[in-house]
């Protein structure tokens, strides 16, 4: 080939064009799959942020076009046939009746009890599980799930898709979602989110602790522990969110218009 020539060759590669001595020896789709390398860097945190990218990328694929939702915490470990369970079914069938989709953590316990209750009211029910060191399936009552590896990323979703917390007996896991939600509400990071407790033998305590040791000791201010709304009865934890959905909406349009659920 003469130099001429084959300075006129030319190669495009997506946006790229190549001419004469540019163009690679190979191609795209060959060095893609005609090679393998070694493997090391799926374990370091270049990698690992395009994973956390499509985990955030998946989780606002499926929850962007889901109705208003409130996300359910509770016990992981609460058995099917306990009064507590009997309860967090009762509080998903009120969720569901009203109109808006039951989140929850995809697990089993008091999570499994209000999927179960949305699903068996015919509401939408939906989990967003996680990885664990064991081996564990989305409960048998959800309608939508994805599974999640990163912790931080599953609680960007439960925030940024639900419009209310409903905290049900829990422990660690349990606990440290309420108090997530609690220091958004207090720094009005969320402007728009009622948060239930359900229990109130089961939460007096820590509300009594919150009152004597935090409050006392000048470590929240006295209307903080209005942020956090406490009941046993699963219509009153419905009445509580519809009322600070229509209080919201009047706040910022005059009207009640948007509260609540789309029916
Ligand atoms: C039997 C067992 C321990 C299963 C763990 N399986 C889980 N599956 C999904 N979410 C979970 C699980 N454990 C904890 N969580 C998260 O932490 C909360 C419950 O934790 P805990 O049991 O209260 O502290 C749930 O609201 C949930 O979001």
Redesign the pocket.
């Known amino acids: 080939m003469t130099e001429e020539a084959k300075h006129k060759q030319t190669r495009s590669a997506g946006p790229l064009t190549y001419r004469g001595d540019s163009i690679p020896r190979t191609t795209t789709d060959q060095r893609l799959l005609d090679r393998r390398g070694p493997s090391d860097w799926v374990h370091t945190d270049p990698w690992r942020v395009l994973r956390i990218q499509s985990e955030v990328v998946e989780g606002f694929g499926l929850l962007s076009e889901m109705p208003s939702a409130v996300s359910v ?5 609460i058995q099917p046939g306990t009064p507590y369970y009997e309860l967090g079914v009762q509080v998903g069938r009120k969720i569901a009746e009203a109109g808006y989709a039951t989140v929850t ?5 008091m ?1 499994e009890a209000a999927n179960k209750g949305a699903q068996e009211a015919g509401g939408l029910s939906v989990g967003l ?2 990885e ?1 060191p064991f081996e ?1 399936n989305l409960n048998p009552y959800i309608d939508m799930g994805v599974t999640f590896r990163y912790f931080f990323v599953r609680k960007l979703m439960f925030v940024k898709y639900s419009q209310a917390f409903v905290v049900l007996p ?5 606990l440290d ?1 309420l108090f997530e939600a609690a220091t958004l509400v207090q720094t009005d990071k969320v402007t728009r989110f009622p948060v239930v407790l359900v229990g109130t033998e089961f939460w007096g305590g820590l509300e009594k602790w919150a009152r004597e040791s935090l409050l006392e000791n000048g470590l929240i201010k006295p209307g903080d522990m209005d942020l956090l709304r406490m009941t046993d009865d699963p219509d009153e934890v419905v009445e509580i969110i519809k009322k600070a959905h229509l209080d919201i909406a009047h706040r910022e349009n005059g009207s009640g218009e948007g509260a609540g659920p789309e029916q």
């Open positions: 915490f509770g016990s992981a470990r953590g995809g697990g089993p316990g999570m599980g996680i664990l564990q829990g422990g660690f896991g349990t979602e």
